[in-house]
């Protein structure tokens, strides 16, 4: 067949299959449909529940606003598919073009596909890990296991790691009046996705929120009772914290393991694609039927020097989802890049925390607006002379421009003056950001792959 | 009824609070939060809410009882938003 007959062809009466059916399996599917998909369309996911959204689980689910039962995602349209939930998928033959699912059923496809996300890295001794009272917060039964300890009143809860997840875990307890121990090995909260100045608030706000905050630690050992039930945490430092819950909020694993000899360019650091979510095989060529989307991709932005991205955001999930289903029924002419701005927001301690473009590419930040003092404020990271990012705190409304001004490149440090400016935010000053060879909790941006100036792998995806 | 808010759209003007105040609640200066399932008693509330809000951050389902969404960037105006 000819291109455009077999573009036709698939339109009209193809096979689309999706493995991974959450919150980027879920929006391709309705944007499939939404741009006249008519064939046949599969949804494969391990776990047995319809589409559920997971911010709130760390957030409105602990407060009590919100069940964890309930966080369904609502739907934008009918997508008339057929779903496989409750069963996982094992394996894929790129040759005969079959997903083999768990129960040994095979689905064959003329288009993939992969929205696997993400899972929570479990604590690594798996003696300790298996103790009554060790929580991971991911899905929905973790949210509904770990908000029925809450309700019980425990005496305190010790989080390991402070990402976003454990730092907002933590807000969440505090709020409920129940004590909180955070350690993290890192010399502050957030680090790893902000740098260490904007870390250094994010402590502040939780001692200032009771929280008891050990930073530049590593927790060494779980210690259970005699009934199998955790009751301390064993600290580097040579401390140790009685406590009868443990979070551990280590970040997060990619679900590529089912990929094993598939022969993608699949690995623990995810799915390499293009900027048009095509998956890449472990040859470093494109797949023309294969696409990526959500937490499990990586892909190159043109924005930020092709790096490879691999974000955990809800947006980027949602808006790479419509790009990968957009270009698995259009013509090459008619593909679009990925190239979405990277934003994300966090709410702890009653701050809204937003943040657009790559701060952890920032070599500099520089307070533009407000004051940390105030906990208001507006930071612009700096890379190479140029704005690569920014972050507000309870200024969500100022992230628009700051979004313009990464995309446009403007210079770093800005040079506005209209804008509110303290004593403390006219000089810029190191971001601080941690050396990236040591993980801290992971970062929930993370670049990797090559530059452009080590050609191997680059490519340049038009714009539009 | 489901809603979910783009909490990266909303910049929050708390519309939505204050024509459902029973789904939709500040937490601090801006920080949204809201039950994602509200009881069918909220419908009225909720969809004036979704049409309130000025920056259409509001997706709920189940506002006219046929599964529709409040949404009208659906699918590709979405993407298009956001993709420059
Ligand atoms: C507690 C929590 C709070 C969060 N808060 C925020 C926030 O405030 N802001 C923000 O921007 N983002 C937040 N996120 C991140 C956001 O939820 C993710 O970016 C988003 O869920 C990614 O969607 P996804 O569809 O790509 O992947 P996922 O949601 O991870 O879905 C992947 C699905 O695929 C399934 N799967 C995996 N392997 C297989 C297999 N082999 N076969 C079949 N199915 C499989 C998984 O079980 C899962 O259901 C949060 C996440 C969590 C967990
Ligand atoms: S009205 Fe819209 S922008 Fe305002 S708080 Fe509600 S969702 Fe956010």
Redesign the pocket.
């Known amino acids: 067949m000819a291109g455009d007959d077999f573009l036709r062809w698939l339109r009209r009466e193809g096979r689309i299959v999706i493995?991974?059916?959450?919150?980027?399996?879920?929006?391709a599917a309705e944007t499939l449909r939404a741009e006249g998909f008519a064939g046949s369309l599969t949804l494969?996911?391990?776990?047995p529940?319809e589409?559920y959204?997971?911010?709130?689980?760390?957030?409105a689910v602990l407060l009590g606003k919100a069940s964890p039962h309930h966080t369904e995602l609502p739907r934008r349209r009918e997508i008339d598919a057929t779903w496989r939930l409750g069963?996982?998928?094992?394996g894929l033959d790129t040759a005969a073009k079959r997903v083999r699912?768990?129960d040994g059923d095979e689905v064959a496809y003329d288009r993939l596909l992969i929205?696997?996300?993400?899972?929570?890295r479990p604590w690594p001794r798996e003696s300790e890990a298996r103790l009554d009272g060790v929580f991971v917060?991911?899905?929905r039964d973790?949210?509904v296991r770990f908000r029925r300890r809450l309700d019980s009143s425990p005496g305190r809860v010790f989080v390991i790691g402070a990402g976003?997840?454990g730092s907002?875990?933590a807000s969440a307890c505090r709020e409920r009046g129940i004590a909180v121990t955070v350690a993290e090995r890192a010399d502050a909260p957030l680090v790893g996705a902000l740098g260490g100045v904007i870390g250094a608030v994010a402590g502040e706000l939780q001692r200032e929120h009771g929280v008891d905050l050990r930073t530049g630690v590593m927790v060494t050992a779980l210690e259970g009772d005699a009934a199998g039930r955790v009751r301390a945490a064993h600290l580097s430092d040579g401390t140790s914290v009685e406590t009868d819950v443990v979070v551990v909020s280590l970040g997060?694993t990619r679900?590529t393991?089912?990929l094993a000899g598939s022969g993608l360019g699949a690995g623990p650091r995810g799915i390499a694609c293009d900027a048009g979510c095509r998956a890449f095989d472990f040859r470093g060529i494109v797949t023309d039927d294969i696409f990526v989307?959500?937490?499990?991709?990586r892909s190159p932005h043109p924005l930020f020097g092709y790096q490879f991205l691999s974000?955990?955001?809800?947006?980027?999930?949602?808006t790479?989802?419509e790009t990968a289903a957009h270009n698995m029924i259009s013509a090459s002419s008619e593909r679009r890049p990925h190239i979405w701005v990277p934003?994300?927001?966090?709410?702890q301690f009653g701050v809204n925390i937003k943040s657009v473009g790559v701060p952890g590419m920032g070599e500099q930040i520089m307070i533009t607006q407000g004051s940390r003092a105030e906990r208001r404020f507006v930071a612009a990271y700096g890379y190479q002379g140029r704005v690569i990012a920014a972050v507000s705190f309870d200024n969500a409304r100022w992230l628009e421009f700051y979004q313009r001004l990464i995309e446009t490149a403007a210079p770093f440090p800005p040079d506005f003056a209209t804008v509110d400016r303290r004593a403390e935010g006219r000089a810029p000053m190191p971001a601080d950001f941690p050396d990236p060879s040591l993980p801290t909790h992971g970062p929930?941006v993370t670049l990797s792959g090559y530059s452009p100036a080590d050609r191997r792998l680059v490519f340049t995806p038009s714009r539009h | 009824m489901r809603l979910v808010v783009d909490?990266?759209r909303c910049q929050g003007y708390a519309q939505c609070v204050f024509f459902a105040p029973d789904v939709f609640a500040l937490h601090g200066e801006e920080a949204l939060v809201y039950d994602p399932h509200p009881d069918e008693v909220q419908r009225e509330r909720l969809a004036r809410a979704v049409a309130a809000c000025p920056v259409q951050a509001i997706t709920a389902e189940g506002l006219d009882g046929t599964g529709e969404t409040g949404e009208t960037a659906a699918g590709t105006g979405e993407a298009v938003l956001h993709g420059r």
Do not use: C, M
Not at chain 1, 19 to 27: C, E, F, H, N, Q
Not at chain 1, 87 to 90: D, E, L, N, R
Not at chain 1, 115 to 120: E, I, L, P, S
Not at chain 1, 311 to 318: D, I, K, S
């Open positions: 493995v991974g059916a959450s919150l980027a399996g879920l929006r494969i996911g391990d776990e529940y589409p959204d997971r911010p709130p689980l760390s957030k069963v996982a998928a094992t699912l768990a929205a696997t996300g993400v899972r929570a917060l991911r899905t973790d949210a976003f997840t907002e875990i997060a679900n393991e089912w989307a959500g937490d499990v991709a974000l955990e955001h809800w947006g980027n999930a949602v790479q989802a934003a994300f927001w966090s709410a929930t | 909490l990266n």
